[in-house]
Antibody, heavy 122, light 107 residues
């Protein structure tokens, strides 16, 4: 079964840090770029970050640049998103998603992780 | 970044109706337009890519059309399970961007 399973997240104080994980199964993970997309409550989808299939290319949205790191471990079929110096407007559900075409940096997304909530609050 | 604008923001229709959702890009994106369905509390699912190609397993009641900067998602013979929020997404240029979503309520 092709799937992405997310973990991490939760409640963090402003200025704090946390790490989100996204573990793949059921497909050749090392052939696919992974993106992170977030969704604030009742809002639309905002692209956050991408990492290429081999980890050689990364890109981060302007809204979080300097505070977010993305990495992957193809041996563990897992991508990580590290959020640092978090702010209240980082509060959202964070989704990881695979690009549906091998070795392409971006395109259409599928499968998606189940989403993990991040709440920034003191 | 390319801005994607959807209309309407919400629509309420009855079972069996046809619903049309519009998506406009701030510049020409050719045929690099996809649609996603997101049900409450779930991740989005890809419905249509390259304007009109149905993702495997998606019912033919969904169809897409358009090109350039104006696109349409049509749901024919609306069913209760179509209650969801629908997003368009452009994949013409980086970063990918999404419309703000259209919520479909089935009466």
């Amino acid at each position: 079964q092709v799937q992405l399973v997310q973990s991490g997240g939760g409640v963090v104080q402003p200025g704090g840090s946390l790490r989100l994980s996204c573990e793949a199964s059921g497909f050749t993970f090392s052939n696919f770029a992974i993106h992170w997309v977030r969704q604030a409550h009742g809002r639309g989808l905002e692209w956050v970050a991408l990492i290429s299939y081999d980890g050689g290319h990364k890109n981060i949205a302007d809204s979080v640049r300097g505070r977010v790191k993305i990495s992957r471990d193809n041996g563990r079929n897992t991508v990580y998103l590290e959020l640092n110096d978090v702010r209240p407007d980082d509060t959202a559900i964070y989704f990881c998603a695979s690009v549906d075409t091998p070795k392409v940096a971006w395109g259409w997304f599928g499968p998606w992780g189940q989403g993990t909530p991040v709440t920034v609050s003191s | 970044d390319i801005q994607m604008t959807q209309s309407p923001s919400s629509v309420s229709a009855s079972v069996g109706d046809r619903v049309t959702i519009a998506c406009r890009a701030s510049q020409d994106i050719g045929t690099w337009l996809g649609w996603y369905q997101q049900k409450s509390g779930k991740a989005p699912d890809l419905l249509i890519y390259r304007v009109s190609t149905l993702q495997s397993g998606v019912t033919s009641r969904f169809s897409g059309s358009g090109g350039g900067s104006d696109f349409t998602l049509t749901i024919s013979n609306l069913q209760p399970e179509d209650s969801a929020t629908y997003f368009c997404q452009q994949a013409n240029s980086f970063p990918v961007t999404f419309g703000q979503g259209t919520t479909v309520e089935v009466k």
